[in-house]
């Protein structure tokens, strides 16, 4: 069966997860990724409080780490890699570990740097999102662009699967974005609990801190395609670093590159981390194709019994 693994972004944390994980690959989940972070992985985890966990510096790591061990728990049950894989926001990078663009250890750094330096550029403005159902991808970028005209600070953050937008910008252009919904044709906008506006101009502070730790690492080739969020296209061992520092600024065009990778004749699609947000957007936006979930090990056994290996 050609299959792509998808791997999930931040707002998939919960406390207690990875319990299991962190039984079996202790010295990864804990000695290489205390070393790394400087706090308790295992810690934040599955104690939290969730305030904690939900930090964008801890949040990120944690859910990158949990899903690159998912990532192997299944390779080795598998045993033939996927056809393609795919990662939501920070999820891009555990995808390009998965194929090997870089060690595990590199990118739990990389993706480090990326948090802390997206929570000190949110710490510069108040902003947020707010996810808009019921509205085309084009009413969305129009409203938006409407709204920066006006003298407004708002954009189109996430494209993530038919009906399913989210918007971000500062706070007061978000406020107005929910309170004006019903009459700029959206039915219905929701604030989302996260703490700033992602995938934006505002992120630009962080962007150059990220280039700063890109440009010292090695990119390896790919042992399969990785689909970029910013293009929705695979990305080249070249343009990896340009990828990644591109993505923090632009939108995660997640449903056209679910549409894309079906539309290559990817059959089925499995989402490998906590939660199941991936495998929701999935199965949106890749009607007909089968969708699983392997967010703990008992899962990952019933997707490689599924798989057929």
Request: proline share 5%; aromatic share 6%.
């Amino acid at each position: 069966m050609r299959y792509a693994v998808l791997f999930p972004g931040q707002g998939s944390q919960r406390v207690g997860m990875g319990a299991d994980l962190f039984e079996t690959r202790s010295d990864r989940l804990v000695d290489v990724a205390d070393r790394v972070l400087g706090w308790s992985l295992r810690e934040v985890c599955l104690d939290g409080p969730e305030e904690r966990l939900t930090a964008t510096e801890h949040a990120q790591p944690a859910l990158y780490a949990l899903a690159y061990q998912l990532w192997t728990e299944l390779s080795e049950r598998v045993g033939h890699p996927p056809v393609a894989a795919a990662g939501h926001s920070l999820g891009e990078y555990t995808a390009l570990a998965a194929a090997g663009a870089f060690p595990f250890e590199t990118g739990l750094g990389l993706v480090d740097r990326r948090a802390r330096a997206m929570a000190d550029a949110v710490a510069r403005v108040g902003s947020g999102m707010a996810a808009l159902l019921g509205v085309s991808d084009e009413m969305a970028e129009r409203v938006a662009a409407d709204r920066r005209l006006e003298g407004g600070r708002l954009w189109v953050a996430n494209l993530n699967a038919p009906g399913q937008v989210v918007a971000a910008g500062a706070l007061e252009d978000i406020g107005w974005l929910v309170g004006n919904a019903r009459d700029l044709g959206i039915r219905r906008a929701i604030q989302l609990d996260v703490a700033g506006a992602f995938h934006t101009p505002l992120m630009e502070p962080a962007r150059s801190k990220l280039d700063a730790a890109l440009a010292g690492v090695q990119i390896r080739p790919l042992a399969f395609p990785v689909w970029a969020n910013a293009t929705a296209r695979p990305v080249g061992k070249g343009d990896v670093r340009e990828s990644l520092s591109r993505q923090i600024t632009a939108p995660v065009r997640f449903g056209e590159t679910i549409r894309g990778m079906a539309e290559a004749g990817i059959e089925a699609f499995v989402h490998v981390g906590p939660g199941d947000v991936t495998a929701g957007l999935a199965r949106r936006a890749a009607r007909g194709c089968r969708v699983m979930v392997a967010s703990s090990i008992a899962e990952v056994e019933g997707v490689a019994d599924g798989l057929g290996y």
